[in-house]
């Protein structure tokens, strides 16, 4: 763990020689994450001090305490002023505890995040299309065309805020609330990887992506329930091919889009 993590904590916020395109703190945040599931830390476990913390990663203070505010900020850890660095409770109390371990920037785990989605939205599409009511209905469609809207005007943060809305509209619709609390919290995960690797940005076309929420919307409006669940299976799993080839370029591909 060390080697790769000493070369990203020199300079503060320099690069790493051996990641050129991804800031100190980045990388440092990353192996904290390892860090927490090598130890089996559960939510609740208090961690080591920063200094503590850099001498374990192999880091200086300065790149540790920013890694840590990241974290602190996706909702990974807990930093009490004069209590200590604690790891997070879990996104969602309905979720088990093992997700304290869901690495944001790994290939292995984004795949089963979406795999996940796929199982879980498909379903609230489905039943979406069978229970919607009109208002419902209404939601759904309204925030799909936001998201095109957004989408050909090239605004990320409007499309996020539409993208989100459009999928919990599709969860109310399917009028349970354990699916509907699954879609959140699953949907939190995936945001920590926003951050930790596109800082914000959202991978792949939102044009395509908005396109398909569309679809999706006119089939639960159209009562379709066997179509609005290939829909959706269709429209992750865009999002996830999307998504790992971002993950490549971004990690692997010296010549790809570059963290700064």
Same mark, same amino acid.
């Given at each position: 763990? %060390?080697?790769?993590?000493? *070369? ?13 395109? /991804? ?34 990663? %192999?880091?200086? @203070? ?5 890694? &840590?505010?990241?974290?602190?900020? +996706?909702? #990974? ?6 209590? %200590? +660095? $604690? &790891? ?5 109390g309905l979720l088990d505890d093992e997700l304290s371990h869901f690495r944001p920037t790994s290939m292995e785990? &984004? ?5 996940? @989605? =796929? ?6 599409? @489905? /039943?979406?299309a069978s229970l919607a009511t009109p208002i419902e209905v209404r939601a759904i469609r309204e925030s799909a065309?936001?998201?095109?809207? *957004? ?25 349970? &609330? $354990?699916?509907?609390?699954?879609? *959140?919290?699953? #949907? ?9 690797? $596109? ?22 409006? *159209? ?6 669940? @290939?829909?959706?299976v269709e429209h992750i799993a865009t999002t996830q091919s999307q998504f790992e080839k971002k993950i490549r370029?971004?990690? $692997?591909?010296?010549?790809?889009? =570059?963290?700064?």
């Open positions: 763990m %060390g080697d790769s993590t000493q *070369a990203a904590g020199r300079g503060d916020d320099a690069t790493s020689t051996s990641h050129p395109y /991804r800031p100190g703190y980045e990388l440092v945040a990353e192996q904290l994450l390892n860090y927490i599931a090598q130890e089996n830390l559960r939510p609740g476990d208090r961690l080591p001090t920063e200094q503590g913390l850099a001498q374990i990663l %192999g880091a200086t @203070r300065n790149v540790t305490r920013e890694a &840590v505010k990241v974290l602190a900020a +996706i909702g #990974r850890l807990n930093v009490r002023r004069g209590a %200590g +660095i $604690f &790891v997070a409770a879990s996104v969602s785990d &984004v795949h089963m995040l979406l795999d996940y @989605r =796929k199982v879980i939205e498909s379903e609230t599409a @489905r /039943r979406a065309e936001t998201t095109l809207t *957004a989408a050909t005007e090239n605004d990320v943060d409007t499309f996020a805020k539409a993208d989100a809305a459009f999928h919990d509209s599709v969860g109310a619709a399917s009028h349970n &609330v $354990f699916l509907r609390s699954s879609v *959140a919290g699953v #949907r939190r995960l995936a945001a920590q990887s926003d951050v930790l690797l $596109f800082h914000g940005d959202l991978p792949g076309s939102l044009e395509v992506a908005a396109r398909q929420h569309l679809a999706v919307a006119e089939a639960v409006a *159209a009562g379709a329930a066997d179509l609005a669940e @290939r829909l959706m370029d971004r990690l $692997f591909n010296p010549g790809g889009d =570059k963290i700064l």
